[in-house]
């Protein structure tokens, strides 16, 4: 059985809505429109507008709305157009979110989800094409998800919802009308993913590979080229950035002695860099090999359709490093005047 | 003491596209009393934290409310605790207001366990939500949206309880202020803006930092009052009607005009952009609690020396709540990994050398 993240975001939503009166949704087109994306669709005739709420375009102001609902115990899934919108409203995300449960010491939580879809998308430039995973990554108090597949995307939202810490739920729009094999179990209503457990999508004995969102399919196309090379890859796919699975990190790495970190956001002070920390401080005797990093460029996002694929992890990046861990013949390197 | 009273508010409300309410304020000698043993408490206890900080007993941040003390007691005499508050930074006597005690308020000032946010929030972060008070927030003109938020899940409760957001003349020229005003009117939402004008927004003087400090009529759309916010009983009587009017309609502002008598926070000794001479005419003509203690005496509801006596047991339980507070221990080291979440997960988490020091989070 198969279904498309889209499907699988949408109908986490209805369900979460059908089983707890205090879910609501609010976002920009989230309602008559029936989603920018299509993922809130249907759902503005089942519930009516007092739970699909249409907002102006003020992101300041209905994140806040949101995050005030939240102190009162409404549990309200906030849906950002793109992520790019919501530097508008980052400070109510991290100093009137994920702060607030630590500064009253427990007396208001803030069950809330922050959600759209986030990286680079196709086209459209520098303001519109940027992966958040590292920015909300590195707040604590916030709780932040980057499902891959249909099954993450339904079991990680519908655990999200039901969360009573806020989370930063970071969706990739190429991977909307992607459809995976679906499982009996994962199409249940009581279905949940534990927060804070990665996936080994693909197990392997030589090298370690570990991405997030779209870039695990990346991964595992890479490891299927790799494996034709005698090569065998172990592909994990985080589900989630915070909390971040370490052990499961570093327990692959302690088997493979090998490690490639796949995102696409930037360089510097990323994802991948906290991971080669993390294997650094607890695995370092385990390595055989330097730690490898493939990340977007260290540049913002351009339009032009060669440029872009520059500035984009590919297949052929995470090949290239892979072998590169493993001593394998790679070409040179290319070094370029700006 | 529970004959009714009818008192003639100071001045008139200044009205937005709204009919201003009636100046004749009904009250009983009983509620007048409490208005002065309350403003009288929130003004010995401000001055009490002055203290504490000069003798490094507070640290951080303190902004103190001495002179606005009339904006909690008359909101507070015209709602309940079932209705809502949020404010910004300057929130101890709000926080009192709600039925918080001195005694955790001075504790959570010097950053003890057994303060109102044990000893993790300080001075700009109390909460009360049992009685309805959301905080003490740091980032101005956020309270805002965060209390229309409140609001929003007040009427999707289908609650008859409102809202009151309390912000600055500072505050006012936020954006976000007006993105949230906009979304509560759109909606109906039942909240109040409260702009506390003081006049001056840290050091700067409100005609410098907005183009119309007018801001009972900033909502365009949304009706308005002004207030004499030194007036504890004008303050009652619009917040009264402002409550009634929200629930009906959605949102109203409400200027409440007064004035803080420190500086901006401890670090301004609020002399430089202002002259002493505006200082001490404001204590002289429009101090909240004078206006009461001259109504108490006009009245006989108590004499001269009767009040001085409430006086005189007021400095006494400030004096004893900080000597309660001083007894409260500093937080475990412990408490630096509690509450990072609601539910953590068992996972982990690390203090500044994750060798030594890390935690799993419950």
Redesign the interface.
């Known amino acids: 059985k198969q279904m498309n993240v889209r499907d699988a975001l949408n109908s986490a939503l209805d369900e979460e809505m059908s089983a707890d009166s205090r879910v609501?949704m609010m976002g920009e087109e989230v309602g008559e429109y029936q989603g920018a994306y299509k993922i809130t669709k249907g759902l503005l005739d089942k519930y009516g507008p007092?739970r699909v709420?249409d907002?102006?375009i003020?992101e300041?102001?209905?994140?806040?709305?949101?995050?005030?609902?939240?102190?009162?115990?409404?549990r309200p899934v906030v849906e950002f157009m793109t992520f790019n919108f919501s530097m508008q409203a980052i400070?109510?995300i991290i100093?009137?979110a994920a702060k607030?449960?630590?500064?009253?010491?427990?007396?208001?939580?803030v069950?809330i989800v922050f959600r759209g879809p986030n990286g680079a998308a196709a086209g459209v430039s520098s303001q519109h094409s940027q992966c958040y995973a590292a920015w909300f990554g590195s707040i604590?108090?916030l709780?932040v998800l980057t499902p891959y597949s249909s099954e993450d995307a339904r079991g990680l939202l519908k655990s999200a919802i039901r969360?009573?810490?806020p989370v930063v739920f970071l969706e990739n729009e190429l991977l909307y009308g992607e459809s995976f094999p679906i499982t009996e179990e994962a199409l249940d209503s009581s279905f949940c993913i534990?927060?804070?457990r990665a996936k080994i999508e693909r197990e392997g004995k030589d090298v370690t590979i570990v991405a997030y969102s779209k870039m695990v399919s990346y991964s595992l196309m890479a490891a299927e080229i790799l494996s034709k090379e005698g090569i065998s890859a172990e592909v994990i796919n985080l589900r989630s950035i915070r909390?971040l699975d370490?052990d499961a990190i570093n327990v692959s790495v302690r088997k493979t002695n090998r490690l490639v970190t796949v995102e696409e956001g930037f360089p510097q002070h990323g994802v991948g860099a906290e991971i080669c920390a993390s294997v650094v401080?607890e695995s370092f005797e385990y390595l055989d090999a330097p730690v490898e990093r493939i990340c977007g460029a260290d540049v913002p996002m351009p339009y032009a359709a060669n440029l872009e694929r520059l500035a984009v992890p590919q297949i052929d990046d995470i090949v290239r490093a892979s072998k590169r861990a493993c001593y394998r013949s790679t070409s040179g390197s290319m070094t370029v005047s700006g | 003491t529970s004959t009714a009273l009818t008192i003639e508010t100071s001045i008139p409300f200044a009205g937005h596209m709204i009919d201003t309410p009636s100046r004749s304020v009904s009250t009983t000698p009983s509620e007048i009393l409490t208005f002065f043993r309350d403003m009288a408490t929130m003004r010995r206890m401000e001055l009490a934290a002055d203290s504490l900080y000069k003798a490094k007993l507070i640290r951080g941040f303190c902004h103190l409310y001495d002179g606005q003390e009339a904006v909690s007691v008359g909101m507070e005499a015209a709602i309940t605790k079932k209705d809502?508050i949020?404010t910004a930074y300057r929130d101890h006597c709000i926080y009192l207001g709600r039925g918080g005690t001195m005694i955790k308020a001075f504790t959570e000032l010097m950053g003890r366990s057994g303060g109102c946010?044990?000893?993790?929030?300080g001075s700009m972060?109390f909460?009360?939500?049992d009685s309805g008070f959301?905080?003490?927030?740091?980032?101005v003109g956020?309270q805002?949206?965060?209390?229309?938020?409140?609001?929003?899940?007040?009427k999707?409760?289908k609650e008859d309880t409102v809202t009151f957001a309390m912000y600055g003349d500072g505050a006012a020229n936020q954006?976000?202020l007006f993105?949230?005003l906009?979304?509560a009117a759109?909606?109906e939402l039942p909240a109040i803006l409260v702009c506390e004008n003081n006049h001056y927004g840290m050091g700067t003087a409100e005609w410098r930092a907005a183009k119309s400090p007018a801001y009972y009529k900033r909502g365009d759309y949304a009706p308005g009052l002004k207030v004499d916010g030194m007036d504890a009983l004008a303050v009652k009587q619009a917040c009264m009607f402002a409550k009634e009017y929200a629930l009906k309609n959605g949102p109203i502002i409400l200027e409440m005009d007064t004035y803080r008598y420190h500086g901006h926070s401890m670090s301004d000794p609020g002399s430089t952009y202002r002259t002493r001479d505006e200082v001490s005419g404001v204590r002289q003509e429009r101090d909240p609690i004078e206006r009461i203690r001259k109504l108490i005496l006009t009245h006989d509801l108590a004499t001269t020396a009767e009040l001085k006596e409430v006086e005189k047991g007021i400095r006494k339980e400030v004096d004893e709540a900080i000597a309660t507070a001083k007894e409260s221990p500093m937080p475990e080291p412990s408490e630096l990994f509690?509450?990072?979440?609601?539910?953590g997960?068992g996972?982990?988490?690390f203090g500044a050398d994750?060798?030594e020091l890390k935690a799993s989070l419950l």
């Not at chain 2, 509690?338 to 539910?343: A, D, L, Q, T, W």
């Open positions: 609501f007092d709420v907002t102006p003020t300041a102001g209905f994140a806040g709305i949101g995050v005030g609902a939240a102190y009162y115990g409404l400070d109510h100093n009137s607030m449960n630590y500064m009253s010491s427990g007396e208001i939580s069950p604590p108090g709780k969360d009573p810490d534990p927060l804070g909390p370490r401080e | 809502c949020i946010s044990k000893g993790k929030g972060h909460y009360k939500k959301y905080g003490g927030h740091g980032i956020a805002v949206p965060l209390g229309c938020g409140l609001a929003f899940a007040q999707y409760n954006g976000q993105e949230a906009n979304m759109l909606w509690s509450h990072v979440y609601s539910k997960y996972v982990e988490s994750r060798k």
